[in-house]
């Protein structure tokens, strides 16, 4: 039997684990906005320590002091927010990385069938109007606007894919949209 995308970790999870194998982590991962916990579980029994930020705390107000985290995985907390607060949220990210840790992110892609749907917020930002993240902004950039909020990470990889099948329904159990896009980011604190 195998598993639904909900309980399967996120590709990014499953890179992270193979590069920690290859690699060993300088500190533990923070895990950015943890979700259903797929991910977290995957960290668990790979044997990695992690700290887990809930969805509900803000991700620019992370936990530890500089440069306290060895790696850093977020496979939903950046799709959500304006442009401004993502930035923030980034730079607090770089903030409680060492130097060359490697970050593991999704970030929303103009590509994505959301993309200018909905409450605008800024050129990049938009909430629903309905449905279950009705008010949340959700951001979206093209390869030039994450590369510019990835400022101080050396982009080991960036790339954007088709995520309805990854996505899963503890995401978005009644939402009917298909066409989600992701950026895939793998990189490394400057």
Same mark, same amino acid.
Request: overall charge negative; cysteine-free; proline content about 6%.
């Given at each position: 039997?195998?598993?639904?995308?909900?309980?399967?970790?996120?590709?990014?999870?499953?890179?992270?684990?193979?590069?920690?194998?290859?690699?060993?982590?300088?500190?533990?991962?923070?895990?950015?906005?943890?979700?259903?916990?797929?991910?977290?579980?995957?960290?668990?029994?790979?044997?990695?320590?992690?700290?887990?930020?809930?969805?509900?705390?803000?991700?620019?107000?992370?936990?530890?002091?500089? =440069?306290?985290?060895?790696?850093?995985?977020?496979?939903?907390?950046?799709?959500?927010?304006?442009?401004?607060?993502?930035?923030?949220?980034?730079?607090?990210?770089?903030?409680?990385?060492?130097? =060359?840790?490697?970050?593991?992110?999704?970030?929303?892609?103009?590509?994505?069938?959301?993309?200018?749907?909905?409450?605008?917020?800024?050129?990049?930002?938009?909430?629903?109007?309905?449905?279950?993240?009705?008010?949340?902004?959700?951001?979206?950039?093209?390869?030039?606007?994450?590369?510019?909020?990835?400022?101080?990470?050396?982009?080991?990889?960036?790339? =954007?894919?088709?995520?309805? =099948?990854?996505?899963?329904?503890?995401?978005?159990?009644?939402?009917?949209?298909?066409?989600? &896009?992701?950026?895939? &980011?793998?990189?490394?604190?400057?």
């Amino acid at each position: 039997m195998s598993s639904s995308p909900a309980q399967t970790a996120h590709p990014l999870t499953e890179r992270l684990i193979a590069d920690a194998r290859e690699r060993a982590l300088d500190g533990p991962v923070i895990e950015v906005g943890t979700g259903s916990g797929r991910n977290v579980r995957a960290l668990v029994e790979a044997g990695i320590p992690n700290v887990t930020v809930p969805d509900a705390t803000p991700y620019t107000q992370l936990p530890g002091a500089r =440069e306290t985290y060895g790696a850093a995985l977020s496979t939903h907390a950046y799709l959500h927010g304006t442009s401004a607060k993502l930035r923030a949220g980034i730079a607090e990210l770089r903030r409680v990385l060492r130097p =060359e840790a490697r970050v593991y992110l999704t970030l929303g892609s103009i590509k994505d069938a959301r993309y200018g749907l909905g409450i605008p917020f800024d050129e990049r930002s938009f909430a629903p109007g309905d449905g279950e993240e009705a008010g949340i902004p959700h951001a979206y950039f093209d390869r030039d606007g994450a590369l510019e909020l990835l400022f101080g990470f050396e982009i080991e990889s960036l790339e =954007e894919a088709e995520v309805d =099948e990854i996505v899963g329904r503890w995401a978005h159990a009644t939402d009917e949209i298909s066409g989600r &896009v992701h950026w895939f &980011v793998v990189a490394r604190r400057k």
